[in-house]
């Protein structure tokens, strides 16, 4: 069965028994791994992955203790597999963050300057992470879906654009115009429940709602796509989190749906 690394990092054992001497590797989040059966044995997962074409195998732990990794809950390590496309969205994300060194490779120096100057250059802007008052984060959120679009042409349809504002506003004139072709369709956040591959919008500076968003497209803002949704929160990953490629959480209603904690007011639902 295949599954993905649903934490940040997951230790892949030589026996399923917790001991320094049985760690083997580490596993990243959205890591891809063949299980060997349905279901865990002993509270543990014989897995099978590939990493640069080199086959490796081993044990990990199916259910992860509280800790600060874990938000002090108990979680599972592992996911289930979503749709391709939204796992090939997911994938770009994880890439980019692993890219930036999960989070510590900072915007102004070196190769991560450059890595952003890229980002700039897909969309037709001569920046780099040097230009530290230029927010970049929309086009990092625009370079990963674009990086998903060489493999599923519906990501082509993004309007990848330098500011988040642009994009949502078009998500939701997608929705109402019933475009089954979009990548993505705007709802509110009580409409519909987080799932892997969407993405979390909030506004930044100053407080603005799905109204704002439906009625302009130029607006202080904020996207993150979501990769692991867990039972209280889920974990996103987006650019320009602090001068990085970064990963937040956004916590959960009991209900499921999104909470407008940390200014979230729109889920931009993968229609994949």
């Known amino acids: 069965m295949i599954k993905y690394v649903d934490v940040e990092a997951l230790n892949l054992r030589t026996q399923p028994v917790v001991d320094p001497a049985t760690k083997k590797t580490l596993l990243h989040l959205g890591q891809r791994l063949e299980t060997v059966g349905d279901l865990p044995r002993d509270g543990w997962w014989q897995v099978r992955t590939t990493v640069d074409g080199v086959a490796d195998e081993g044990f990990v732990k199916a259910i992860l203790g509280a800790s600060p990794s874990t938000g002090f809950v108990e979680r599972p390590s592992l996911r289930d597999a979503v749709s391709d496309r939204r796992e090939a969205l997911v994938a770009e994300a994880v890439k980019q963050w692993q890219r930036f060194d999960g989070g510590q490779g900072k915007e102004h120096r070196d190769p991560y300057s450059d890595f952003i100057a890229e980002m700039w250059q897909a969309i037709g802007q001569d920046l780099s992470g040097r230009d530290r008052d230029v927010p970049w984060s929309a086009a990092a959120i625009s370079f990963m879906v674009r990086q998903a679009g060489k493999r599923f042409e519906a990501y082509r349809q993004f309007r990848f654009a330098p500011a988040h504002s642009r994009y949502i506003h078009d998500a939701i004139e997608q929705r109402r115009a019933a475009n089954a072709a979009a990548p993505f369709w705007g709802f509110e956040l009580h409409e519909r429940r987080p799932q892997v591959g ?19 497209d ?49 889920l931009m639902a993968n229609n994949g």
């Open 198 to 216: 969407d993405l979390v919008g909030r506004w930044r500076e100053t407080p603005r709602d799905f109204a704002d968003a439906e009625a302009s």
């Open 218 to 266: 130029s607006f202080k803002s904020h996207t993150d796509i979501v990769v692991s949704v867990g039972t209280d929160e889920v974990t996103a990953i987006g650019g320009n989190v602090s001068d990085s490629i970064g990963i937040t959480t956004y916590r959960k209603l009991p209900s499921g749906f999104l909470s407008e904690d940390k200014g979230v007011f729109i």
